[in-house]
């Protein structure tokens, strides 16, 4: 099975950070774009932020621009979003997914590219 195991996720106050971290299993992340999608209750997936394979393409949503960061470390085959000054529409569940389509991030971010998609990581941002 290939898919993703997201981890790092769990309560936080408002203005606080998290890390969390996404592990391939199955595949080599190296090959990938990979992104960090959300979905907060009653809402669509969405994207967060996505990262090249090789080029360090990067993406990020007009939301979390300045107070995400996404990373990766292809000889761990993980890749990271470390969240700074969280806030309580950050709430949601964080997805990993892997594109199959292409390997730079562009302007534009599809959903339907990516899969291999894990259980997800819950955070919850409350004072």
């Known amino acids: 099975q290939v898919h993703f195991v997201e981890s790092g996720g769990g309560p936080v106050q408002p203005g606080g950070s998290l890390r969390l971290s996404c592990v391939a299993s199955?595949?080599?992340?190296?090959?990938?774009?990979v992104g960090w999608f959300r979905q907060a209750p009653g809402k669509e997936r969405e994207p967060v932020s996505c990262?090249?394979?090789?080029?360090?393409?990067?993406y990020y949503a007009d939301s979390v621009k300045g107070r995400f960061t996404i990373s990766r470390d292809n000889a761990k085959n993980t890749a990271y979003l470390q969240m700074n000054s969280l806030k309580s529409e950050d709430t949601a569940v964080y997805y990993c997914?892997?594109?199959?389509?292409?390997?730079?991030?562009?302007?534009?971010?599809?959903?339907?590219?990516?899969?291999?998609w894990g259980q997800g990581t819950q955070v919850s941002v409350s004072s």
């Open positions: 199955g595949f080599p992340l190296a090959d990938y774009a």
């Open positions: 997914g892997a594109n199959l389509m292409r390997t730079t991030i562009g302007a534009e971010i599809r959903a339907y590219e990516y899969a291999y």
């Open positions: 990262i090249g394979s090789k080029d360090g393409s990067t």
